[in-house]
């Protein structure tokens, strides 16, 4: 079985104009289900985490003002999401989606989210899109939890992963490697342990030769586990990417990341991560591709 996770709050009620589409969760999974790419039996729902279990990875300021609604203006504009009260709820589940999905890869072998991948939050604020960071409350968590001693993460979003480089930038622990387009947000790249800055419009060929690069380092790292960030705003019709992969190239992508895993013996948690066009329908068919592909390991 390859548990996947999901929680029906992940689609709050929001904004309908916004550009992040906060329906594209239930979408998924009705998909996911429709075309039996997962079955109801596959469903796992996650418990929301605390408030202190978020203080793991994140700052008491932070942290207790977010929840108060009482960020100052530049830290609440920056998240770039309206506030509300089901929003910091569906945080405190979307996070708990991505430490029981770790959790259930250290079991099974692989296990998948349908959420998650929010790198670009730091210690002390969020930012673009995302609030708390799931990949290093996670990744935390365990180690304190003694689950495991090393961990990997695999951030594919075409954005570099800058907050999980400088929540991570004092720590042997945990492996951060982000595969990213260069001329794209975040302005600022923090080093994350590897950073391989793409050029624009790189298509699937060069791709595989970045990510194989990347692999080689989670090899040489000998984790307990990969956080694999599946995202697919890599994509050529993605709206803020900038690459020009293919749908072929990114289930090329996946399968490899995940076959390396498998066939090296490493666990190995998978996060939808971005992936945005008003076009919701092609948006959700691209990140079902990563729960088609783990479907090959069962
Ligand atoms: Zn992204």
Redesign the pocket.
């Known amino acids: 079985m390859v548990a996947c996770v999901y929680h029906p709050i992940y689609s709050v009620p929001f904004p309908s104009k916004h550009r992040f589409r906060m329906e594209k969760f239930r979408l998924l999974y009705e998909r996911l289900l429709r075309t039996r790419i997962i079955t109801k039996n596959d469903i796992v729902s996650p418990e929301p985490v605390t408030q202190e279990m978020i203080k793991i990875a994140h700052s008491q300021d932070y942290v207790d003002n977010f929840f108060a609604n009482n960020l100052d203006v530049k830290r609440a504009k920056r998240i770039g999401l309206p506030w509300s009260e089901q929003l910091a709820l569906r945080a405190t589940y979307s996070i708990g989606g991505t430490l029981l999905t770790a959790k259930l890869a250290l079991e099974n072998g692989i296990a998948c989210h349908l959420a998650g991948g929010t790198?670009h939050s730091h210690f002390n604020f969020g930012s673009?899109f995302c609030i708390f960071n799931d990949l290093a409350i996670t990744a935390l968590t365990l180690i304190e939890q003694q689950l495991a001693d090393l961990i990997f993460i695999l951030d594919c979003?075409?954005?570099q992963g800058d907050g999980t480089a400088t929540i991570f930038q004092n720590n042997t622990d945990v492996f951060t490697c982000s595969i990213h387009c260069k001329n794209n947000?975040p302005l600022q790249k923090p080093d994350s342990d590897l950073d391989i800055a793409l050029e624009k419009d790189i298509g699937d060929d060069e791709y595989m030769v970045a990510l194989r690069q990347g692999l080689s380092a989670m090899l040489e790292f000998e984790p307990d586990l990969v956080i694999y960030d599946a995202?697919v705003?890599v994509h050529e019709d993605d709206a803020?990417?900038k690459l020009s992969m293919t749908s072929q190239g990114i289930a090329a992508r996946d399968y490899l990341v995940l076959k390396t895993c498998v066939d090296n013996g490493v666990p190995v948690a998978t996060v939808i991560?971005?992936?945005?066009h008003k076009n919701l329908d092609g948006l959700v068919r691209r990140h079902c591709v990563i729960h088609e592909q783990a479907r090959q390991f069962v």
């Open positions: 790198h673009g979003d075409v954005h947000f995202g705003d803020l990417g991560g971005g992936g945005y």
